[in-house]
């Protein structure tokens, strides 16, 4: 098989030797940097496909240099520390560049690392082919063939059969949940259950309830027992998502299960085990939630044993007409249809920014194909956030004779489907506190 070319440079002579010494190495082109140049400068010039660095301190200098060199768009970098903090690691790690371990190194894991970036030049760089749109790969619940997408999926494989735990960052509508579930697939864990909890629709005062359950007459309105999601999740994945918009003070408790192993339901006196691997994500850059207090720092660590980074959908190139066809063609498939789309609308879909995502992609395509007859044209085409026309405002859109109460009504609950149910976020759009939400909500479902 031929394999990319390799640049490694380490300090650790016996380090350097066990690499070396891979079988997955003996393939490739291999670049030595006895000197210890500067290793940047090294790759610089190298150019090498994937390159392996030991580093004893990683500056912020560093990291400005190699996210801005152009030789790491293209290349996979893995990079061995002492597993001393490095903040400015961890951002690198964040723009999904690199694979980073801490010594002592597992060489097993290094090996199989390499052989996967084998495997990817070998079908994809090596043959020169270029991945058809109309046929995206796809890896467990992820559809995409971009570099990016690559990326995400060798990291979900190689976090995916450890037991540590993952926060998943990601914009929303990118599929923070879809990786969650990838995850859990490709685990060993993958025939138990995979529970899904949205910590901003959950009202403050059930958080305890919903994450360790009650007994029966716990509380006013406990009218049974009630199994809360760590025992759900038993021997599978509990996936928290939004867990900035948990309240402080239930994000200590859920840092003491995650210290201890240990909860204890609402109203009992029995101490269960928590048995079930823990995903977290979170819209929110994790660094700026800490110093706003959306997120308890302690927790921030016991999470993010494994950090992954979901790329924009701006970001994925090709991907983006690629999955417009896809969506096209499910819903053919799913309705016994054989819609097609024209190039022109293709072009347009390419050179929207998608600030939603995919999921403002999906709505726009399921929306579109319902328009359409037997050709989705560009008019088909209505993006979830359009400008106002010309000289229209707000107050234009408004009917005249509709009552304060039902306009109130409309802006609460859009607001609220267009963010998923979060009400935290949903309180903050619409400019109100989150009880103030709540009461609103109350109020509707009694009417």
Request: charged share 25%.
């Amino acid at each position: 098989m031929l394999l990319p070319s390799l640049l490694v440079q380490i300090q650790d002579t016996a380090l350097s030797s066990k690499i070396l010494g891979l079988d997955a190495v003996k393939s490739f082109s291999l670049q030595s940097n006895d000197t210890l140049l500067d290793w940047i400068d090294a790759i610089e010039e190298g150019r090498p496909d994937v390159a392996i660095i030991e580093v004893t301190d990683f500056s912020e200098s560093d990291y400005q240099r190699l996210t801005h060199s152009e030789a790491l768009q293209n290349m996979d970098l893995i990079v061995i520390s002492s597993g001393f903090p490095n903040q400015n690691l961890d951002q690198l790690m964040g723009v999904g560049a690199i694979f980073h371990y801490r010594t002592p190194v597992d060489m097993n894991v290094v090996s199989d690392t390499l052989i996967d970036f084998g495997l990817y030049y070998q079908e994809h760089k090596v043959k020169g082919q270029r991945i058809s749109t109309s046929n995206l790969d796809q890896f467990v619940m992820l559809v995409g063939s971009s570099a990016p997408m690559h990326k995400l999926y060798r990291v979900i494989r190689r976090v995916a059969k450890t037991e540590a735990n993952v926060l998943i960052v990601g914009e929303s509508g990118a599929g923070k949940e879809l990786v969650a579930q990838s995850i859990h697939l490709a685990s060993d864990r993958n025939q138990e259950p995979f529970i899904a909890i949205n910590c901003g629709a959950i009202a403050p005062e059930l958080v305890d309830s919903e994450l360790f359950g009650h007994e029966k007459g716990a509380f006013t309105g406990a009218n049974q027992a009630h199994q809360g999601v760590f025992d759900q999740a038993k021997g599978g994945t509990l996936f928290l998502d939004e867990i900035t918009e948990m309240p402080m003070e239930h994000q200590v408790k859920l840092l003491r299960v995650l210290e201890t192993g240990e909860y204890r339901p609402v109203g009992s006196n029995q101490v269960k085990i928590a048995d079930t691997r823990i995903v977290a994500a979170t819209n929110r850059d994790p660094q700026v939630a800490i110093e706003e207090q959306f997120l308890r720092e302690d927790l921030y660590f016991r999470l993010a044993h494994f950090p992954v980074n979901i790329p924009p959908l701006r970001e994925r190139g090709s991907d983006i007409v690629g999955l417009a066809k896809h969506f096209i063609a499910h819903r053919n498939a799913a309705e016994a249809q054989s819609k097609s789309i024209l190039d022109s609308a293709l072009d347009k879909i390419a050179s929207h920014n998608w600030p939603g995502n995919v999921r403002e992609l999906k709505h726009s395509i399921e929306r579109a194909f319902i328009l359409a007859d037997d050709v989705i044209k560009d008019e088909h085409l209505i993006f979830d956030t359009p400008p106002l026309e010309t000289g229209t405002s707000l107050e234009d859109m408004v009917p005249a004779g509709v009552t304060l109460e039902d306009i109130e009504k409309a802006a609460i609950i859009n607001t609220l489907e267009e963010n998923d149910g979060n009400k935290t976020e949903t309180a903050q759009d619409l400019g109100i506190s989150v009880k103030t939400l709540y009461n609103k909500l109350d109020k509707y479902q009694g009417e």
